[in-house]
């Protein structure tokens, strides 16, 4: 199964290559990984999803304890959590089919950021799920390029990602 | 006080107690060699920087202390990078301090410019790009202190040449404080009590005690406990030490190349107490097979040993010898006669053994005379393969920090270099290297070193003209093919040659004739009954001394256990 993991690391050059090094060392098996800088800038938060069993990921959360720049392991596969991931894509469309595109489009509640004579591009966010379900209905219209961030995630309710633990669950 | 950053360097090394530095001047690491010059701290120059990180290295493990090293950026950092890893497989605080181009001109693929804080990633415990010269006390300060604490291990300082002459203001940091480092010392109590429950309800305990337990400097509580519960006790390779190897309820070392009695208590135990040793796949053989029927107690200051490789009833993160100062309180002996008696038989009807030869030299009596002739009081290296494995049988450690072996990585050309470390340490004491006459040339330039510092370093020679562990493994699972283990082969060869039976071309070196180049002492050794004498004269010889044993070709190490296999399919021989 997958779990993700919200890593607070120094935000130093190559702590990312440093965590990315352990996991491909290890054989570890990584879905995706998204850093950005968080509230305080010296920490960047890395999210990453990555698949394996629960004793693969007690390793996988040991080993990245391990590393000095690494300051604090959330595992947020259990705790309620906010979890989205953005994708643009960008599908050939034929003047003829563009209306059927944008109804897809619409039920998605995505975005056409930008078109062109043969092409559109599709912003999508949401749940791992639901992008890789629009995707699917993009397939017919010729799909040209995909870029996804990755998965990040957000504790719900009180609860800090930082900290751990379950805040109170909304619904999407 | 305004000093330029090597200088910063160098104070920060005074203020960690660094009383000797192991290393290789180059371009840009020149400034650092500049100061180091007109202190008191003793500089020793290698010959080749692996030689100085490996001395390093047994410096370290031999005192306990932090062993340091230099080299210049590019293939001086290279260099090092065998020596880094061996240290990390270890556990073993060395820090490798490292030149680098200067700052602008990291990137651009500059003269002996190498991305050494990319390579050596895996390798290291922590490391730092120095790149402004206000850091460098704070990152010394942490460097001693990350490699020291903890799991120790090797921290390496990369020291671009701009920063390392640029001025800045010293004061070296009282204290560190990094958020993302703070290992666990003491242990669970609560896990300690129910750690406890289970000893004093176990019929067949076992302790097997590793490396952690000499670094933790927790010998002579495992010793106590051990005693007072009267458990038997095996060692890792890494651990030989940890538990006077002459104790009555010391089983020998287990694994692989374990005895009877270790493997077959390792196998059968209802307990297993391990201590600072981490499941290595050489030590426990087929997993399914190792302490199937037992309980786990694991005591390790590193949580990610933990249930890595086999799963744990009870883990204990922390400090060994904290943990076992607390659970010597409430230690008490054990009624398991039968346990401990049962094992005693299996000691004593299969010790460690060879066929006895007057005619030719046998490896184990080498080491045998070695321990006898310095009443077990030696420091003792090894190189890797069959000589590692002979010094691990045939001399008895008593004490820890006097078996210094590179266990985990299997470093060839390791144990010389790492004997001149100890000996730097420890001037008085007998310091032997037992050698392979494949591992040893790997290092051997080293004797200029060992010679121009007046080291009276002695290196035992087990010479059998094979890479010997090699050519085992191809006598027994490669159908007595023995590609490439020969020393001695020349095209003038028979392809299919197996056996040093008939007419083999002259050894080549000739060691004797290459100790007497590098002003050493060498003896070359033919004939058993002048074993004796040679060691002897090494021992009271002021000098380095080449001990050149002529030994038996195809001699085996026994017991074995194939690899994959479960450690009580054993192979006696």
Known sequence: MDYILSVLVENHPGVLAQISGLISGRGFNIRSIAAGETEDPTITRITMVVAGDDRVIDQVKKQLGRLVDVIKITDLTEIPSVDR??????????????????????????????????????????????????????????????????????????SLAGEGGGGQVYED | MRMPGAKMVVEA????????????????????????????????????????????DGYARATGRVGVCVATSGPGATNLVTGIATANMDSIPIVAITGQVPVDMI????????????????ITKHSYLVRDVAD???????????????????????????????TGDFRYPEHVDIRGYNPVVSGNPQAIEEAMDLVRSAKRPLIYAGGGVITAEASGELTAFARKAGIPVTLTLMGLGA????????????????????????CECDLMIAIGARFDDRATGRLSQFAPKAKVVHIDID?????????????????????????LKSAEPLPIDSWREKLMATKRDNPLTYRKDCAVIKPQYVVE????????????????????????????????????????LGTMGYGFPAAIGAQVAFPDRVVFDIAGDGSIQMKIQELATAVLNELPVNIA??????????????????????????????????????????????????????????????????????????????????KTVILEFMVAREENVYPMVPAGAGINEIMIG
Request: net charge neutral.
């Open chain 2, 107 to 122: 990137g651009n693929d500059a003269f002996q410019e190498a991305d050494i804080i990319g390579i050596s990633r895996p």
């Open chain 1, 85 to 158: 991931e953005l994708a643009l894509v960008k599908v050939s469309s034929a003047v003829s089919r563009r209306a059927e595109a944008f109804q897809i489009v619409d039920v998605f509640r995505a975005k056409v950021v930008d078109i062109s004579h043969q092409s559109l591009t599709i912003e999508v966010t949401g749940i791992t799920e639901k992008v890789d379900a629009l995707i699917e209905m993009l397939k017919p219209f010729g799909i040209r390029e995909i870029v996804r961030t990755g998965k990040i995630s957000i504790a719900r309710g009180n």
């Open chain 2, 369 to 408: 005379k070695i321990y006898e002739l310095t009443g077990g009081e030696a420091i003792i290296t090894t190189e890797v393969g069959q000589n590692q494995m002979w010094a691990a049988h045939y001399f008895r450690y008593d004490r820890p920090r006097t078996f210094l072996s590179s266990g985990g």
């Open chain 2, 13 to 56: 090394l005074k203020h960690e107690g660094v009383e000797v530095v192991f290393g290789y001047p180059g371009g840009t690491i020149m400034p650092f060699f500049d100061f180091i010059h007109r202190e008191d701290i003793r500089m020793i120059l290698t010959r080749h920087e692996q030689g100085a990180v490996h001395a390093a």
């Open chain 2, 136 to 166: 460098i006390p704070r990152i010394m300060k942490e460097a001693f202190h990350i490699a020291r604490t903890g799991r120790p291990g090797p921290v390496l300082v990369d020291l671009p040449k701009d920063v390392s002459v640029a």
């Open chain 2, 461 to 542: 020679i087990l010479n059998n003209g094979y890479l010997g562990m090699v050519r085992q493994w191809q006598e027994l699972f490669f159908d007595k093919t023995y590609a490439f283990s020969c020393l001695g082969q020349r095209p003038s060869c028979p392809r299919q040659c197996n056996s040093p039976a008939n007419g083999c071309p002259p050894y080549v070196p000739d060691f004797v004739k290459l100790a007497e180049a590098y002003g050493a002492m060498g003896i070359r050794v033919e004939r058993p009954d002048d074993v004796e004498g040679a060691i002897r004269e090494a021992i009271h010889s002021p």
């Open chain 2, 243 to 266: 538990f006077p190897g002459t104790d009555p309820l010391f089983l020998g070392m287990l694994g692989m190349h374990g005895t009877v009695a270790a493997n077959q208590a390792a």
């Open chain 2, 303 to 327: 949580p990610a040993s933990i249930s890595k490789n086999v799963v744990v009833d009870i883990p204990i993160v922390g400090d060994a010898r904290e943990i076992l100062r607390q659970m």
